[in-house]
T-cell receptor, first 114, second 113 residues
Framework: AQSVTQLDSQVPVFEEAPVELRCNYS??????LFWYVQYPNQGLQLLLKYLSGSTLVKGINGFEAEFNKSQTSFHLRKPSVHISDTAEYFC????????????FGTGTRLQVTL | KAGVTQTPRYLIKTRGQQVTLSCSPISGHRSVSWYQQTPGQGLQFLFE???????NKGNFPGRFSGRQFSNSRSEMNVSTLELGDSALYLC????????????FGPGTRLTVT
């Protein structure tokens, strides 16, 4: 079984500042890692995914994440945030055996202000 | 290409009733997964259907069931509703299952009174 821990439930940040949303996972098998974003009253949208290969993954809207196997982390970063980035962000993991079954973290609310 | 559609978007039911939610995947997608989202438990995997067969199942009681039709549309059913079943139910489709990008619908907000 896998589990995901998102260490911050809320992250306030000023517009144009950098941000990092933290995610740690636990698994006894190889995993795939994902970051999703959820805007109010909407479903989830995939920001980026790590399947294999390069540990630095670039996604949509200027986001990137780095897979660190030794620290079992997959932190999400953006060098300069915009008001429109205000949303809930979810880290998720699936195992290579049941790849379509996503286990989600509890989410981090990113609040961007002027 | 049209996205994942879910109907109805909002639903109010009484405890003890049953409910059926519908999900139409993106055209050509054969895998449909269902998730329950609540403030207390977060996002939890219910089950996944691929080519009309349940391929993966989460840890939910048997009151939660689903099926998939030959056109890949999927339904989930919850019988004997409990107050704790109030949640946003999300459907996601992908082209072949596996670690492919899952496209989520807007969800059905179920309220049990």
């Amino acid at each position: 079984a896998q589990s995901v821990t998102q260490l911050d439930s809320q992250v306030p940040v000023f517009e144009e500042a950098p941000v990092e949303l933290r995610c740690n996972y636990s698994s006894s098998v190889s995993v795939y890692l994902f970051w999703y974003v959820q805007y109010p009253n909407q479903g989830l949208q995939l920001l980026l995914k790590y399947l294999s290969g390069s540990t630095l993954v670039k996604g949509i809207n200027g986001f990137e994440a780095e897979f660190n196997k030794s620290q079992t982390s997959f932190h999400l970063r953006k060098p300069s945030v915009h008001i429109s980035d205000t949303a809930e962000y979810f880290c998720a993991v699936s195992s290579t055996g049941t790849a379509s079954k996503l286990t989600f973290g509890t989410g981090t609310r990113l609040q961007v202000t002027l | 290409k049209a996205g994942v559609t879910q109907t109805p978007r909002y639903l109010i039911k009484t405890r003890g009733q049953q409910v059926t939610l519908s999900c139409s995947p993106i055209s050509g997608h054969r895998s449909v997964s269902w998730y329950q989202q609540t403030p207390g438990q977060g996002l939890q995997f219910l089950f996944e259907y691929f080519s009309e067969t349940q391929r993966n199942k989460g840890n939910f009681p048997g009151r939660f069931s689903g099926r998939q039709f030959s056109n890949s549309r999927s339904e989930m059913n919850v019988s004997t509703l409990e107050l704790g079943d109030s949640a946003l139910y999300l459907c996601a489709s992908s082209s072949a299952g596996g670690p492919y990008e899952q496209y989520f619908g807007p969800g059905t907000r179920l309220t049990v009174t």
